[in-house]
Protein backbone atom coordinates (compact mmCIF):
# COMPACT_ATOMS: atom_id res chain seq x y z
CA UNK A 1 0.00 0.00 0.00
CA UNK A 2 1.77 3.46 -0.76
CA UNK A 3 1.45 5.55 1.53
CA UNK A 4 4.34 8.77 0.10
CA UNK A 5 3.20 9.71 -3.45
CA UNK A 6 5.89 12.07 -4.58
CA UNK A 7 5.40 13.97 -7.44
CA UNK A 8 8.05 15.92 -10.02
CA UNK A 9 6.70 19.39 -11.07
CA UNK A 10 7.40 20.68 -14.37
CA UNK A 11 5.28 18.93 -16.99
CA UNK A 12 3.60 16.45 -14.33
CA UNK A 13 1.68 19.32 -12.04
CA UNK A 14 1.92 21.82 -14.42
CA UNK A 15 2.08 22.44 -18.16
CA UNK A 16 5.52 24.54 -18.34
CA UNK A 17 7.26 22.99 -21.50
CA UNK A 18 6.75 25.87 -23.43
CA UNK A 19 7.56 28.49 -21.38
CA UNK A 20 10.95 26.84 -20.23
CA UNK A 21 12.04 26.20 -23.92
CA UNK A 22 10.83 29.98 -24.33
CA UNK A 23 12.70 31.58 -21.36
CA UNK A 24 16.34 29.36 -22.15
CA UNK A 25 15.95 30.34 -25.84
CA UNK A 26 15.75 33.84 -25.18
CA UNK A 27 18.88 33.61 -22.95
CA UNK A 28 21.13 31.96 -25.19
CA UNK A 29 20.37 35.01 -27.58
CA UNK A 30 21.02 37.70 -24.84
CA UNK A 31 24.09 36.10 -24.45
CA UNK A 32 25.18 35.58 -28.08
CA UNK A 33 25.45 31.41 -27.73
CA UNK A 34 24.00 29.62 -30.83
CA UNK A 35 20.30 29.38 -31.40
CA UNK A 36 19.25 26.71 -29.03
CA UNK A 37 16.56 23.97 -30.54
CA UNK A 38 13.31 23.68 -29.04
CA UNK A 39 13.44 19.63 -28.68
CA UNK A 40 16.75 19.75 -27.37
CA UNK A 41 15.47 21.73 -24.27
CA UNK A 42 12.78 19.76 -24.17
CA UNK A 43 14.99 16.94 -23.74
CA UNK A 44 16.66 18.54 -20.32
CA UNK A 45 13.46 19.40 -18.68
CA UNK A 46 14.01 17.83 -14.94
CA UNK A 47 17.80 18.33 -14.90
CA UNK A 48 18.49 20.93 -12.48
CA UNK A 49 19.49 24.23 -14.21
CA UNK A 50 23.43 24.28 -13.71
CA UNK A 51 23.19 20.65 -15.75
CA UNK A 52 20.88 21.55 -17.96
CA UNK A 53 23.04 24.39 -19.25
CA UNK A 54 26.31 22.24 -19.79
CA UNK A 55 24.22 19.78 -22.07
CA UNK A 56 22.70 22.53 -23.81
CA UNK A 57 25.82 24.39 -24.39
CA UNK A 58 28.74 22.29 -24.20
CA UNK A 59 32.14 23.45 -23.13
CA UNK A 60 30.00 26.42 -21.52
CA UNK A 61 32.29 27.54 -18.28
CA UNK A 62 31.53 28.65 -14.72
CA UNK A 63 31.01 32.45 -15.68
CA UNK A 64 28.82 31.63 -18.59
CA UNK A 65 26.55 29.08 -17.01
CA UNK A 66 25.88 31.93 -14.24
CA UNK A 67 24.91 34.09 -16.98
CA UNK A 68 22.67 31.75 -18.34
CA UNK A 69 20.86 31.52 -15.11
CA UNK A 70 20.42 34.88 -14.42
CA UNK A 71 19.02 35.47 -17.57
CA UNK A 72 16.76 32.25 -17.61
CA UNK A 73 15.44 33.39 -14.18
CA UNK A 74 14.60 36.70 -15.46
CA UNK A 75 12.60 35.38 -18.58
CA UNK A 76 10.77 32.67 -16.93
CA UNK A 77 9.67 34.73 -13.76
CA UNK A 78 8.60 37.86 -15.07
CA UNK A 79 10.26 38.72 -18.80
CA UNK A 80 8.27 36.10 -20.81
CA UNK A 81 4.23 35.88 -21.07
CA UNK A 82 4.37 32.67 -22.49
CA UNK A 83 1.39 31.10 -20.38
CA UNK A 84 2.05 27.74 -17.87
CA UNK A 85 -0.96 26.25 -16.20
CA UNK A 86 -1.56 23.77 -14.60
CA UNK A 87 -2.40 20.29 -15.87
CA UNK A 88 -6.28 19.32 -16.03
CA UNK A 89 -7.52 17.58 -13.13
CA UNK A 90 -4.19 18.35 -11.23
CA UNK A 91 -5.47 20.67 -8.85
CA UNK A 92 -8.73 18.42 -7.74
CA UNK A 93 -6.92 15.47 -7.98
CA UNK A 94 -4.13 16.48 -5.28
CA UNK A 95 -6.47 17.99 -3.23
CA UNK A 96 -8.41 14.31 -2.78
CA UNK A 97 -5.40 12.36 -2.30
CA UNK A 98 -4.22 15.05 0.44
CA UNK A 99 -7.72 14.85 2.24
CA UNK A 100 -7.67 11.04 1.32
CA UNK A 101 -4.88 10.46 3.34
CA UNK A 102 -1.90 10.28 1.09
CA UNK A 103 1.00 12.02 1.84
CA UNK A 104 2.66 14.21 -0.43
CA UNK A 105 5.99 15.63 -1.64
CA UNK A 106 7.93 17.09 -4.63
CA UNK A 107 10.99 16.02 -6.16
CA UNK A 108 11.83 18.59 -8.77
CA UNK A 109 14.58 19.86 -10.72
CA UNK A 110 13.49 23.80 -9.84
CA UNK A 111 15.38 25.63 -7.46
CA UNK A 112 13.95 26.27 -4.20
CA UNK A 113 12.79 29.91 -5.14
CA UNK A 114 11.16 28.86 -7.98
CA UNK A 115 9.19 25.98 -6.56
CA UNK A 116 8.10 28.44 -3.62
CA UNK A 117 6.87 30.82 -6.14
CA UNK A 118 5.00 28.42 -8.02
CA UNK A 119 3.36 26.86 -4.36
CA UNK A 120 2.39 30.40 -3.92
CA UNK A 121 0.72 31.34 -7.56
CA UNK A 122 -0.53 28.01 -7.10
CA UNK A 123 -1.83 27.76 -3.81
CA UNK A 124 -0.82 24.01 -3.42
CA UNK A 125 2.23 24.56 -1.39
CA UNK A 126 -0.16 23.76 2.06
CA UNK A 127 -0.47 20.16 0.11
CA UNK A 128 2.85 18.88 0.14
CA UNK A 129 4.35 17.69 3.20
CA UNK A 130 8.15 18.63 1.61
CA UNK A 131 9.80 19.13 -1.23
CA UNK A 132 13.51 18.88 -2.34
CA UNK A 133 14.68 20.89 -5.19
CA UNK A 134 17.88 20.64 -7.52
CA UNK A 135 19.75 23.61 -5.63
CA UNK A 136 19.33 21.79 -2.06
CA UNK A 137 20.67 18.33 -3.27
CA UNK A 138 22.05 15.97 -6.01
CA UNK A 139 19.96 16.66 -9.63
CA UNK A 140 18.35 13.75 -11.61
CA UNK A 141 18.30 11.29 -12.27
CA UNK A 142 20.79 10.83 -9.12
CA UNK A 143 18.19 9.04 -6.57
CA UNK A 144 19.32 11.17 -3.25
CA UNK A 145 16.30 13.55 -2.94
CA UNK A 146 14.30 10.82 -3.21
CA UNK A 147 16.42 9.29 -0.42
CA UNK A 148 16.51 12.68 1.54
CA UNK A 149 12.45 12.51 1.64
CA UNK A 150 12.20 8.66 2.16
CA UNK A 151 14.25 9.66 5.56
CA UNK A 152 12.32 12.59 6.46
CA UNK A 153 9.03 10.80 6.40
CA UNK A 154 10.00 7.58 7.53
CA UNK A 155 8.58 6.10 4.90
CA UNK A 156 10.01 2.61 3.45
CA UNK A 157 10.91 2.77 0.00
CA UNK A 158 7.65 0.33 -0.80
CA UNK A 159 5.40 2.44 0.67
CA UNK A 160 6.77 5.61 -1.51
CA UNK A 161 5.91 6.19 -5.30
CA UNK A 162 7.61 8.30 -7.59
CA UNK A 163 5.54 10.33 -10.85
CA UNK A 164 6.86 11.79 -13.19
CA UNK A 165 7.09 12.65 -16.71
CA UNK A 166 10.57 12.32 -17.79
CA UNK A 167 13.01 9.50 -18.08
CA UNK A 168 15.05 11.30 -15.49
CA UNK A 169 12.73 10.84 -13.16
CA UNK A 170 11.63 7.42 -13.85
CA UNK A 171 15.62 6.54 -13.80
CA UNK A 172 15.98 8.24 -10.55
CA UNK A 173 12.78 5.85 -9.00
CA UNK A 174 14.25 3.23 -10.31
CA UNK A 175 17.55 3.62 -8.81
CA UNK A 176 15.94 4.70 -5.16
CA UNK A 177 14.44 1.03 -5.27
CA UNK A 178 10.71 2.66 -5.65
CA UNK A 179 8.07 2.52 -7.95
CA UNK A 180 7.37 5.24 -10.68
CA UNK A 181 4.14 6.10 -12.71
CA UNK A 182 5.21 7.55 -16.33
CA UNK A 183 3.12 10.78 -17.25
CA UNK A 184 2.55 10.97 -20.73
CA UNK A 185 1.89 14.20 -21.56
CA UNK A 186 5.03 15.84 -20.46
CA UNK A 187 8.17 16.60 -21.62
CA UNK A 188 9.09 13.11 -22.83
CA UNK A 189 7.36 10.74 -25.18
CA UNK A 190 6.04 7.84 -23.41
CA UNK A 191 8.17 5.38 -25.54
CA UNK A 192 11.05 7.02 -23.96
CA UNK A 193 9.73 6.07 -20.11
CA UNK A 194 8.20 1.96 -20.78
CA UNK A 195 12.04 0.67 -20.47
CA UNK A 196 12.11 2.06 -16.72
CA UNK A 197 9.51 -0.64 -15.91
CA UNK A 198 6.70 2.27 -14.19
CA UNK A 199 3.96 0.55 -12.48
CA UNK A 200 1.49 2.64 -14.32
CA UNK A 201 1.31 5.01 -17.73
CA UNK A 202 -1.54 7.61 -17.00
CA UNK A 203 -2.23 10.03 -19.90
CA UNK A 204 -4.15 12.13 -17.73
CA UNK A 205 -3.69 13.46 -13.88
CA UNK A 206 -7.10 12.07 -12.30
CA UNK A 207 -5.93 8.54 -13.47
CA UNK A 208 -3.69 8.06 -10.80
CA UNK A 209 -6.32 8.88 -8.21
CA UNK A 210 -8.53 5.84 -9.99
CA UNK A 211 -5.74 3.84 -10.45
CA UNK A 212 -4.80 4.50 -6.51
CA UNK A 213 -9.02 3.51 -5.21
CA UNK A 214 -8.50 0.58 -7.30
CA UNK A 215 -5.56 -0.29 -5.20
CA UNK A 216 -7.69 0.35 -1.95
CA UNK A 217 -10.49 -1.80 -2.92
CA UNK A 218 -8.36 -5.06 -3.80
Known amino acids: MYKLLIFDWDGTVIDSAARIIS ?8 LGLDPLDAEAIR ?14 VPGI ?4 IEAMRERYAHYYVSGDDTPAHLFAG ?3 TLENLHRKGYRLAVATGKNRRGLDRVFAQ ?7 ELSRCADETTSKP ?13 VSVAEALMVGDTEY ?5 RRAGMATVAVSYGAHHIDRLKPWRPVLEIDNFPE ?11
Open 142 to 154: DPHMLHEILQQTG
Open 23 to 30: SMQRSAFD
Open 169 to 173: DLEMG
Open 122 to 128: TGLGSLF
Open 208 to 218: LEHWLDGLNKT
Open 90 to 92: ARS
Open 61 to 64: DVVG
Open 43 to 56: NIIGLGLPEAIRAL
